[in-house]
């Protein structure tokens, strides 16, 4: 299982342990094992990449930020983040790590009780069970105060009524972690919940969307109708509402980061051994500027975005929410530009070829575009900065 993948541009240490440079060229060790052509053959037989997310549960990847008591590595967002990244770089990223490890199993590892630690995240870490994601609704967007799936009291258990769009993986996870919204009992205004919800719960339906986006991982429309859940589906407090919430998505948007960070450094590294070699006029084409020039502003926009990930991943392993935010945005939409950018010069340099299958690289220009949109488009992101980190007053 490999291919002729080339090397990536080196980079400087950043900021970065020696144990973070050892982690990176242990993945890129694995991801060459495998490289592009394992990861479109794939998609091409409409399969999974089984064999790759067992190889990286074995060498204890899958469960790299996940607490060493449960299994895991005992490390952070910024140890999984370079997981994905470097899986990425050898043109095989796992969008379940986004979902599952990061997602999921912080969600539970911070907020989650005892027995939903000890049930979930030993599986999540060894990647015997995966966990999908569902907070996107067809009429809310990215307008998570609009979320209408609702859950209600019914004794000793809780009814779940709603719908959920563009969910990762629901065909190969045991569960999806569902935001549903919750009445408070003393002002009558709905708040954030989330519900572990096993794929075979009565009512939990689902159908997969027909995308033009070329992956492994399918994507899925729920159905909740009349889910009904025990006590203990309920992960963390009633009352904590966005904090959670929130606990989830910030490790979302550094991984989309990551994700992105992957797909671009792969691109760039293609135009620039395809710049080196391809020869008119008797000199390759990477001595013209105007190939050279825009493969180097790509190469600075995903340092630079790199840079604010591994901010972005820093704050938010020590503690600091808050701060873990506004530069998970940041990095986000940095990253999601830089992957864009990349991609389509790197099509451009290579001309015709950046349309052939054999380069890999066509298919990337729709899935670079999921960066910019998915978790929460540019502009959100731009709304948030505006508003946020500039203090200037919303306009909705």
């Given at each position: 299982m490999t291919d002729s993948t080339p090397?990536?541009?080196?980079?400087?240490?950043?900021?970065?342990t020696d144990e973070h440079r050892a982690l990176r060229a242990a993945v890129r060790s694995l991801g060459s094992?495998?490289?592009r052509r394992y990861f479109t053959d794939v998609v091409d037989a409409g399969g999974h990449t089984d064999e790759l997310w067992a190889d990286a549960a074995k060498a204890g990847y899958l469960g790299v930020n996940l607490p060493e008591e449960y299994g895991g590595g005992g490390g952070g967002i910024a140890e999984l983040s370079i997981v994905l990244e470097e899986l990425g770089v050898a043109g095989c990223p796992?969008?379940?790590l986004v979902v599952s490890p990061a997602i999921c199993g912080t969600v539970i590892a911070r907020f989650g009780t005892e027995e939903q630690k000890r049930e979930w995240l030993p599986g999540l870490a060894d990647g015997s069970r995966k966990m999908a994601f569902g907070i996107t609704e067809p009429d809310a967007g990215s307008n998570?105060?609009?979320i209408t799936t609702t859950a209600r009291r019914d004794g000793t258990d809780w009814v779940l009524t709603g719908r959920k769009v563009f969910v990762s993986g629901v065909d190969i996870a045991q569960a999806t972690l569902i935001v549903g919204r919750t009445e408070d009992a003393r002002t009558g205004k709905l708040k954030p919940c989330l519900f572990i919800v096993p794929r075979d719960a009565p009512g939990f339906g689902r159908s997969q969307i027909d995308m033009e986006l070329a992956a492994p991982e399918k994507q899925f429309e729920l159905v909740l109708d009349?889910?009904?859940l025990p006590a203990e589906a309920l992960v963390g407090d009633e009352d904590a509402g966005l904090l959670q919430l929130f606990a989830g998505l910030n490790p979302e948007r550094i991984m989309t980061a990551a994700f992105a960070l992957g797909m671009a450094r792969y691109a760039l590294a293609q135009a620039v051994d395809y710049a080196r070699t391809r020869q008119v006029w008797k000199q390759p084409i990477g001595a013209h500027q105007a190939i050279a020039h825009p493969l180097a502003q790509a190469h600075i926009d995903i340092e630079l975005a790199r840079l604010m990930t591994q901010r972005a991943a820093h704050l938010y392993?020590?503690?600091d929410d808050m701060g873990a935010g506004e530069a998970a945005n940041m990095a986000k939409y940095a990253a999601g530009e830089a992957a864009v950018r990349a991609v389509d010069q790197a099509v451009h340099t290579l001309g015709g070829n950046g349309l052939t299958r054999e380069y890999g690289l066509a298919s990337m220009v729709t899935a670079?575009?999921?960066?910019r949109i998915a978790p929460v488009s540019r502009e959100m992101i731009l709304n948030y900065v505006s508003h946020q980190s500039l203090g200037l007053p919303k306009s909705y």
């Open positions: 090397a990536a541009p080196s980079s400087p240490a950043l900021l970065e094992r495998y490289g796992l969008l379940m998570s105060h609009r009349d889910v009904r392993d020590a503690g670079a575009r999921v960066a």
